[in-house]
């Protein structure tokens, strides 16, 4: 009994003393560290905004517990980059303990302010070190820190910032949003450096903003461009060589620039052309991954309309791409791609007229309750109640209108209002499985008046609808059945290939 107590104490001592291990017990590492990487690459970022968190894993593949003598930056405390190891922040870090056959996280971020003299473009590297002398280990770390122009709210004196003015609600109270009004000098945007927008940038009364070919804006989270009462946008973009860099055209997007965000819907807010604005023009625009690609409102008698748009893309809106409301719009060459409810929404009325558009919502972000094209004569507002506004006209020739559910047009009417639309030498995806809309003359396919020329529920064979890719291919069905009257006053498509002979239906010629 006294061998067997003698045995335990003798146990539970060794037991004690290994849980207390100090430093002494760790061998120094050797230079023989593995990582997870060579090199660190923290995506591209705009001067002075911080990048998203990139990891990096060490490993100690040996068959002893080691400590790491040092772990730092080799520009010490004068390095834009920032590191979190084992659970601290900091730049700089010393005996760090690594089990056997165990590894450890490092975190690394930066922030770079780029200096007046610095190119536009400017690569910044620094290295991680590991260790020192004869045992150093060394990782770069490297990121491209791009040089734009930033638009921003003014901050009050009382700390706020500064809002703009949208009206009134029911009961009086201001409504107001964050942003401010372009000054004559920021109207004017040109390719030379991307714009980052923070809130929303308005455009006053008499006022135009235009944008060069080229140009290219991107918007912080809930942000965007305001166009107001009396103001215009009038965007000039242009066809491009390329069309997956696109060096001619104009685009709208997030601030992100992180691969990880390239198809994140929602990242910022819209493209509002608000009521009162007047003869908006876009030509050769792309807006992708908005709350609301394009918002047009108002003036749906205009002359010229409200928004006259070609040769453009809006895509992954996490709502609507183009929504019109009581408004007026003409559509050239155009395609509305996938979105987390209607790729085009005409709403409460309005004058709209598309010419080889494609629409076709095939939205994979979660489910849809919307089809890729809503037309109404009508709104409901919070508490339920309709107004309704004339649909004067809603023209859709040589187009696509497709997506991935069984119907993809509603036209929702309220009496008393007129409502006017025409289909011609349109593709229409529209499936009535369980009769629902047998009796509705307002999907009386056969009344041409309504309807000609209608090619109903046939495969327009997209390159790739899911990813936003509208091309066709080879053995589309939309080959050869678009109007040549209609292709003649559209004669070349989205890539600038000639349509005036066998012409295909939406935007793409193949």
Same mark, same amino acid.
């Given at each position: 009994?006294?061998?067997?107590?003698?045995?335990?104490?003798?146990?539970?001592?060794?037991?004690?003393?290994?849980?207390?291990?100090?430093?002494?017990?760790?061998?120094?590492?050797? $230079?023989?560290?593995?990582?997870?990487?060579?090199?660190?690459?923290?995506?591209?970022?705009?001067?002075?905004?911080?990048?998203?968190?990139?990891?990096?894993?060490?490993? *100690?593949?040996?068959?002893?517990?080691?400590?790491? /003598?040092?772990?730092?930056?080799?520009?010490?405390?004068?390095?834009?980059?920032?590191?979190?190891?084992?659970?601290?922040? $900091?730049?700089?870090?010393?005996?760090?303990?690594?089990?056997?056959?165990?590894?450890?996280?490092?975190?690394?971020?930066?922030?770079? +302010?780029?200096?007046?003299?610095?190119?536009?473009?400017?690569?910044?590297?620094?290295?991680?070190?590991?260790?020192?002398?004869?045992?150093?280990?060394?990782?770069?770390?490297?990121?491209?820190?791009?040089?734009?122009?930033?638009?921003?709210?003014?901050?009050?004196?009382?700390?706020?910032?500064?809002?703009?003015?949208?009206?009134?609600?029911?009961?009086?109270?201001?409504?107001? !949003?964050?942003?401010?009004?372009?000054?004559?000098?920021?109207?004017?945007?040109?390719?030379?450096? /991307?714009?980052? !927008?923070? $809130?929303?940038?308005?455009?006053?009364?008499?006022?135009?903003?235009?944008?060069?070919?080229?140009?290219?804006?991107?918007?912080?989270?809930?942000? @965007?461009?305001?166009?107001?009462?009396? #103001?215009?946008?009038?965007?000039?973009?242009?066809?491009?060589?390329?069309?997956?860099?696109?060096?001619?055209?104009?685009?709208?997007?997030?601030?992100?620039?992180?691969?990880?965000?390239?198809?994140?819907? @929602?990242?910022? =807010?819209?493209?509002?052309?608000?009521?009162?604005? !007047? +003869?908006?023009?876009?030509?050769?625009?792309?807006?992708?991954?908005?709350?609301?690609?394009?918002?047009?409102? @108002?003036? /749906?008698?205009?002359?010229?309309?409200?928004?006259? !748009?070609?040769?453009?893309?809006?895509?992954?809106?996490?709502?609507?791409?183009?929504?019109?409301?009581?408004?007026?719009?003409?559509?050239?060459?155009?395609?509305? @791609?996938?979105?987390?409810?209607?790729?085009?929404?005409?709403?409460?009325?309005?004058?709209?007229?598309?010419?080889?558009?494609?629409?076709?919502?095939?939205?994979?972000?979660?489910?849809?309750?919307?089809?890729?094209?809503?037309?109404?004569?009508?709104?409901?507002?919070?508490? #339920?109640?309709?107004?309704?506004?004339?649909?004067?006209?809603?023209?859709?020739?040589?187009?696509?209108?497709?997506?991935?559910?069984?119907?993809?047009?509603?036209?929702?009417?309220?009496? =008393?209002?007129?409502? *006017?639309?025409?289909?011609?030498?349109?593709?229409?995806?529209?499936?009535?499985?369980?009769?629902?809309?047998?009796?509705?003359?307002?999907? +009386?396919?056969?009344?041409?008046?309504?309807?000609?020329?209608?090619?109903?529920?046939?495969?327009?064979?997209?390159?790739?609808?899911?990813?936003?890719?509208?091309?066709?291919?080879?053995?589309?069905?939309?080959? $050869?059945?678009?109007?040549?009257?209609?292709?003649?006053?559209? /004669?070349? +498509?989205?890539?600038?290939?000639?349509?005036?002979?066998?012409?295909?239906?939406?935007?793409?010629?193949?």
């Amino acid at each position: 009994m006294r061998f067997l107590l003698v045995s335990l104490v003798l146990v539970c001592s060794l037991t004690w003393f290994s849980s207390c291990r100090k430093d002494f017990d760790y061998t120094p590492s050797n $230079g023989q560290l593995q990582f997870s990487k060579d090199t660190v690459f923290l995506d591209t970022v705009f001067s002075n905004i911080g990048s998203s968190t990139y990891s990096l894993k060490v490993y *100690n593949r040996s068959k002893e517990d080691i400590e790491i /003598p040092s772990i730092r930056l080799a520009e010490g405390t004068s390095s834009q980059y920032r590191l979190n190891v084992d659970g601290q922040a $900091g730049q700089s870090f010393q005996n760090i303990p690594l089990f056997a056959r165990d590894s450890l996280y490092i975190f690394i971020e930066t922030t770079y +302010d780029l200096p007046p003299s610095a190119p536009e473009e400017f690569l910044y590297i620094d290295h991680l070190l590991f260790d020192v002398g004869v045992n150093e280990q060394s990782i770069p770390l490297v990121t491209l820190i791009k040089e734009a122009i930033f638009l921003y709210p003014s901050t009050l004196s009382d700390g706020s910032e500064e809002t703009l003015l949208l009206g009134l609600d029911e009961e009086g109270n201001e409504l107001r !949003i964050e942003g401010f009004v372009l000054e004559d000098d920021e109207l004017d945007f040109t390719a030379d450096l /991307p714009y980052v !927008i923070y $809130g929303y940038a308005a455009v006053g009364a008499d006022k135009v903003l235009t944008m060069a070919a080229g140009t290219r804006v991107f918007f912080h989270e809930n942000s @965007g461009i305001l166009v107001g009462t009396g #103001g215009s946008i009038r965007i000039n973009g242009a066809l491009s060589e390329d069309p997956e860099l696109l060096e001619n055209e104009v685009i709208f997007e997030g601030d992100r620039l992180e691969p990880e965000f390239a198809e994140v819907p @929602g990242q910022w =807010g819209t493209l509002w052309l608000a009521p009162g604005s !007047i +003869d908006n023009q876009i030509a050769n625009l792309t807006v992708r991954n908005a709350t609301v690609g394009i918002l047009v409102e @108002g003036n /749906p008698q205009a002359s010229p309309f409200t928004l006259d !748009i070609s040769n453009s893309q809006v895509y992954n809106s996490s709502v609507v791409n183009l929504w019109g409301r009581n408004t007026s719009i003409n559509g050239e060459n155009l395609v509305l @791609g996938n979105a987390g409810t209607h790729s085009l929404l005409c709403q409460k009325g309005g004058t709209y007229n598309f010419l080889h558009s494609t629409i076709a919502n095939y939205w994979s972000n979660g489910f849809r309750t919307g089809t890729a094209l809503r037309i109404t004569s009508f709104e409901t507002d919070e508490a #339920g109640n309709q107004t309704g506004s004339d649909l004067n006209q809603a023209n859709f020739l040589n187009c696509i209108v497709d997506g991935n559910t069984a119907r993809e047009l509603s036209l929702d009417i309220l009496a =008393g209002f007129d409502f *006017n639309f025409f289909f011609s030498h349109t593709l229409l995806k529209f499936t009535d499985s369980g009769g629902q809309f047998t009796n509705d003359p307002l999907y +009386d396919f056969s009344n041409t008046t309504l309807y000609n020329s209608l090619f109903l529920n046939t495969d327009p064979e997209f390159t790739d609808a899911f990813r936003n890719n509208f091309t066709l291919e080879p053995t589309s069905e939309a080959l $050869g059945k678009g109007d040549l009257n209609t292709a003649l006053l559209v /004669p070349r +498509d989205l890539l600038g290939k000639d349509r005036t002979e066998d012409p295909a239906l939406g935007a793409y010629q193949k």
